[in-house]
């Protein structure tokens, strides 16, 4: 009987929480042959709003699943989460090509955005809601995805990243390159990083996403002026400039700068924080407006 009860709660707990991270093949045009893989909660929204998840340099996309708490708020709100993973480049994004950085020309950026069209596609959802984010080099591929695609996004969230086509010329954006003059901190006037995304997308004169902008203070690997670099070009795109600086926010070590109202552009910068900076689910989910 006992036994007979165990398997009985057995089931009824792998029918209430059967979601799991699951890889998709053939989901379209997939250029550089990099991986899907999603995570669709057991209680999807009607129209389901959609999160691409970009894993940092040497990660998978089954590493940055468990590397953040997304899959728990997917699970409380109904939102699907894409992870896509590149076996590219010492499992580094492609963010330095020409076809990455230009508007459906290829590279891993045309490959993630058929993973999109195949999730509204196949669950319905909110094409007014898809959301990209990423850490390190997934944050560099945030700000690619971000420039190169302003149609698709809504808004993206980068970690510890580097400016839309900061490693443009570069033969590869990975720490072992020769080029690393991105991640030292490259720079350049707002206007030209501006006209970096720009002519990402020549004629593109619809919505840009809005950006949130995260970066430790004390990172040596990709240096803090990489995301005030990042701020500068998307405060340009954006038309914001910025307004004000609160001390104390999401904690105690961070400042955090807004611009215009702060509904389009934040910056946040940790004191003694260093590659890479955490992900604040919480901050990060409000400011794309999936709670509250």
Known sequence: ???????????LATSAFGASLQQVQNFGTNPTRIYMYIYVPDKVAAKPA???????????????????RLPSYADQNGFILIYAGTP?????????????LTHGQGGDALGIVSMVNYTLTKYN????????????????????????????????????????????????????????TCAQGLSRTPEQWGNFVRNSYPGYTGRRPRMQIYHG????????????????????????TLARNVTGVPSAQYTQMIYGDGTKLQGFFGQGVGHTAPVNEQLMLRFFGLIA
């Open 1 to 11: 009987m006992l036994l007979s009860n165990f398997f009985g709660l057995a089931a």
């Open 50 to 68: 959609i999160i691409v998840a970009l894993h940092p340099c040497g990660g998978t996309a089954q590493g940055w699943y468990s590397g953040t």
């Open 88 to 100: 590219n480049q010492s499992n580094c994004w492609d963010v330095q090509s020409p076809a990455s």
């Open 125 to 180: 959802g909110d094409k007014d809601k898809v959301y990209v984010m990423g850490s390190s080099s997934g944050g560099m591929m945030t700000n690619v995805m971000a420039g190169s695609y302003p149609d698709v996004f809504e808004a993206g969230a980068a970690f510890s990243g580097t400016a839309h086509a900061c490693f443009a010329g570069s033969p590869t954006a990975t720490p072992f390159g020769s080029n690393q």
């Open 217 to 240: 203070l004390a990172d040596t690997l990709v240096r803090p002026a990489c995301g005030y670099e990042a701020l500068k070009q998307w405060s340009n795109v954006l038309g914001v």
